[in-house]
């Protein structure tokens, strides 16, 4: 991103006011944060939620708007796939507990971006080709970075007090079976992906919002059913709450 403004979105695209105000309304309370160190946020919610474009629209607007971006997501913190696994492949307890290597996550990226951090922080510590543990050399982030980092289970107790803005997508479990279904076509079967979503990934979601609560402790729900006319909420400063945003257009 060059900073570079335009017009309007680009011949052919679809335009979506609504998503435009959500993610301008995004980058706004990211510029409202105050630390003297990285800002560090969470797009968190179930698989197939629409993160992952969220995040990486927010992560553009916040570089035209100027900001160092560190851009980063928790399927790079995986363990190992024998440990993945070790419950079976459709356990979803195996998913909620095995998948995601917290302990490095703090040490190599969240700590040091954090209000005792050095900056000095590593985006990786997993090769999905090779199914190994990496160790890349760590980059320095300036003091006003942002992290964006997208993935399931963020607002878990071993993360939910790293991030200083934490942003929910929610959608119905059954819709992302059916996105599931489209995004993995080229590789998998419908009965295969519709088996590891019923089996292992939404009863892990499920055990998540029992004993987590993520939608309690999040400053943005944004309810994505349909991606393009997203509804949202807000937590106030006054009761704790979240509220409908109540924007004009």
């Known amino acids: 991103m060059d900073g570079s403004q335009t017009s309007g979105p680009a011949r052919g695209q679809p335009h979506y006011p609504r998503r435009d105000q959500l993610i301008d309304l995004l980058a706004d309370a990211v510029g409202s944060v105050t630390v003297a160190h990285p800002t560090r946020v969470a797009v968190d919610g179930p698989p197939a939620a629409g993160k992952t474009t969220l995040a990486d629209e927010l992560a553009a607007v916040l570089r035209a708007r100027g900001r160092y971006v560190i851009r980063a997501t928790v399927d ?15 356990s979803a307890e195996g998913c909620y507990v095995d998948t995601h290597d917290h302990q490095s996550l703090n040490r190599v990226l969240l700590d040091p971006l954090g209000p005792d951090g050095d900056r000095r922080f590593r985006r990786t510590i997993y090769d999905h080709t090779t199914d190994a543990v990496l160790s890349p050399l760590p980059t320095t982030a300036p003091a006003d970075a942002v992290l964006v980092f997208d993935g399931v289970f963020l607002l878990r107790p ?8 934490r942003v929910f997508v929610s959608t119905a479990l059954d819709r992302t079976v059916d996105r599931a279904v489209v995004r993995e076509s080229p590789v998998s079967s419908r ?20 004993t987590a609560r993520p939608v309690e402790h999040a400053d943005v729900v944004v309810h994505n059913d349909d991606p393009g006319q997203p509804m949202w909420e807000t937590r106030t400063a006054l009761d704790g709450r979240l509220q409908p945003w109540t924007g004009s257009g």
């Open 76 to 90: 790079d913190f995986l363990f190992p796939r024998a440990r993945r696994y070790r419950r079976g492949e459709f």
């Open 191 to 210: 009965a295969d992906v519709e088996r590891r979503w019923r089996e292992r990934y939404l009863p892990a979601q499920r055990l998540y919002f029992a």
């Open 158 to 165: 071993e993360l939910v007090d790293r991030w200083e803005l």
